[in-house]
């Protein structure tokens, strides 16, 4: 089994977005997927309330236990959604992690608090991803400005950037507010494609391949997966 910590120490970067989709994603393809919420607002575990996905509200300090728990009930993924606050229960998710993935918005605000949170990972020495979120789409095959600086800033961030991208869609709010992930509201749409991508890149990431990921300085020169609307 592998623990995948989705974190950022910025609310509302889409930490609740990523970690539903992705563990209802990896469901989809077939793996043995639970979805822990470490996070006392219970904002995926809410929104899953009717789901039939593995969903257990947990905190920072059950979090070792909990991966115990789930590797011997023959889970595959574990999937956990973390707080913004406080750095200690950030922490704890991160240390029990095999993978983190760091959820930013492309602003200049968002950076700067996931740089700090790149910070964390270093110090603790944790395999990390940026993961890309809320961007808007590419128009005329051109990254808006605000994604290619943000790629271009985190060239040196010293954590792989994810080439695969959430684009700001409606579905991510029209699926949660119906309790479902983007790949079951709407399978054949944009969001689900790229929900899948980042499951498989997850996926491969674990299995150790690096195909799947080019280094920042090349996702920064544009190269970010896109699905074609
Ligand atoms: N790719 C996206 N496209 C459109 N809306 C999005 C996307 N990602 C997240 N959102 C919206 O942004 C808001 C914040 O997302 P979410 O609750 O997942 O963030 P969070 O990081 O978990 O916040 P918190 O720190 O409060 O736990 C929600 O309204 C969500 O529907
Ligand atoms: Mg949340």
Redesign the pocket.
Known sequence: MQTVA?I?R???????????NLAAALRDAGQRAILADA?P?R??SEALRAHSLSVVETSASKLFALVTASRRSGCDMLVI????SPEADIVAAIKVADLCLV?T?PTYLDLAAALKTVDLLRQLRAPGLILL???PSPRQGHEPRVVSGTLEALRFAGVPVSPVA????????GA?SYGRGVTEWEPKGA?AAETRALADLVRQRMRGEGQGLRPANDVASGALFTVQT
């Open positions: 989705v950022s910025k609310g509302g970067a889409g930490k609740s977005t990523v970690a539903v996070d607002l904002s995926s959604d973390t707080p913004a959820v918005r979120n809320q961007c959430l684009r700001v869609r409606q579905a991510y709010q949660l969001a």
